[in-house]
Nanobody, 123 residues
Framework: VQLVESGGGLVQAGGSLRLSCATS????????MGWYRQAPGKQRELVAA????????DYADSVKGRFTISRDNAKNTMYLQMNSLKPEDTAVYYC?????????????????WGQGTQVTVSS
């Protein structure tokens, strides 16, 4: 499974951005996906997560009510709609996919990451 993020950029506080994560490969093997972020000098943290069918979502307390995670399985793409952005949302945002696949050696679990996209919110 390969992941490619897009949609980051510079926005003023109070503005909006939508991140996209395009997936390719054996996408049917994905069990859950999520968005993480890492600000300078801080640990990477979970922002939002969604199950493969999109039926269940979870959010960090800091983004609840402002961010929305979604998936379009027909397009093999996950999104993060970010509204009411704050300077503290500034970070590199990463797409993550977890699942199980198989190869000649048998079944294995995986945990893949995209390359990241920069989001900068100015005050």
């Amino acid at each position: 499974v390969q992941l490619v993020e897009s949609g980051g950029g510079l926005v003023q506080a109070g503005g909006s951005l939508r991140l996209s994560c395009a997936t390719s490969g054996n996408t049917l093997s994905i069990n859950a996906m999520g968005w993480y972020r890492q600000a300078p000098g801080k640990q990477r943290e979970l922002v939002a997560a969604i199950t493969s069918g999109g039926g269940s979502t979870d959010y960090a307390d800091s983004v609840k009510g402002r961010f929305t995670i979604s998936r379009d399985n027909a397009k093999n793409t996950m999104y993060l709609q970010m509204n009411s952005l704050k300077p503290e949302d500034t970070a590199v945002y990463y797409c993550n996919a977890r699942g199980s696949d198989y190869d000649p050696s048998g079944i294995y679990d995986y945990d893949y990451w995209g390359q990241g996209t920069q989001v900068t919110v100015s005050s």
